[in-house]
């Protein structure tokens, strides 16, 4: 198989770039969050691809809105993305091709150059768009010099994406792999059937968010007959929206089990058992 090689990518761009969608692509499995709603991907997801002797490891960060930010409440968010950008190989900004905004992009370029590391640019979404809108941008932003290289994808369709692989592969420098052959995330699957709940959550409430919930795991166990049984709390920090979660005769929380049950069945391949309940913590 060769040497082994390794090579580290940070994903960075605008919330709703598509982020989540593209890593869950690139890796083939549902790793990251993926919802419309602002500010989902709270922490560095990371997912791990391994084609032959090559390893392509990719940390997911909180969209770059964050990138200058002096709010004390997205300070988390913000120590997130430089934490990623500081230990990886390779920037990938990508972009929503319909929220195109040249002077932005370029402010976010700018600062994200000042690593002195590869930054590749990733058009997103071109299945909303005619090619021939595209090139221009393009053209436009190769005048930019700090960035390497262009890519045009439809992350949602899978559409292109494997060149961006192709391009990792080459990128690659021989080095010892972190993660065992089998890995795809360094997340355990505690976290990943929380955030399927807090996903669901996030999807369903149309008034003001709280996103500031806390998921918690009671129990997660294998029964005998291979069904999984699971036991979560949703921590709420202000008792004004226990009965947003719970809704009229408590169907939002209906439809919110039902949601996150279907989605980790997906990924763990089994009968899910999924109990819920909200509690209020530490209000003052």
């Not at 930010?69 to 950008?85: G, V």
């Not at 959550?201 to 005998?224: A, D, G, R, T, V």
């Not at 004004?240 to 039902?258: F, H």
């Amino acid at each position: 198989m060769g040497s082994q090689k390794l090579i580290k990518i940070a994903l960075i761009g605008k919330t709703n770039a598509g982020k989540s969608t593209l890593i869950n692509c690139l890796i083939g499995e549902k790793i990251s969050i993926i919802n419309k709603k602002i500010n989902t991907t709270q922490e560095l997801i990371l997912g791990i691809k391994n084609i032959e002797n090559i390893q392509i490891i990719f940390y997911d960060t909180p969209g770059s809105n964050f990138l200058k930010t002096t709010d004390l409440l997205q300070k988390k968010l913000k120590t997130n993305i430089w934490q990623s950008i500081d230990s990886v190989d390779v920037l990938l900004y990508l972009v929503d091709v319909k929220r195109y905004n040249f002077d932005e992009i370029l402010k976010d370029i700018k600062k994200l150059s000042e690593v002195n590391k590869p930054i590749i640019f990733v058009f997103n979404k071109i299945d909303l768009i005619d090619d021939l809108k595209i090139l221009p941008l393009v053209d436009e932003l190769k005048e930019v010099k700090e960035i390497e290289e262009f890519f045009m994808i439809s992350a949602k369709f899978n559409k292109r994406t494997n060149e961006i692989l192709t391009f990792f592969k080459n990128k690659a420098q021989i080095d010892n792999w972190i993660y065992e052959n089998e890995e795809i995330t360094d997340k355990d699957d505690i976290y990943i059937s929380n955030e399927c709940t807090r996903n669901s959550i996030l999807e369903y409430l149309h008034q003001e968010i709280p996103y500031n919930i806390n998921i918690k795991n009671e129990i997660f166990k294998f029964l005998k007959n291979n069904d999984l049984k699971i036991k979560q709390l949703i921590e709420l920090k202000n008792s004004r929206y226990k009965a947003i979660i719970l809704g009229k005769k408590g169907e939002n929380i209906k439809r919110i089990r039902e949601k996150s049950q279907n989605e980790i069945k997906e990924i763990f391949n089994c009968k899910v058992h999924l109990y819920l309940k909200v509690i209020v913590i530490n209000e003052k």
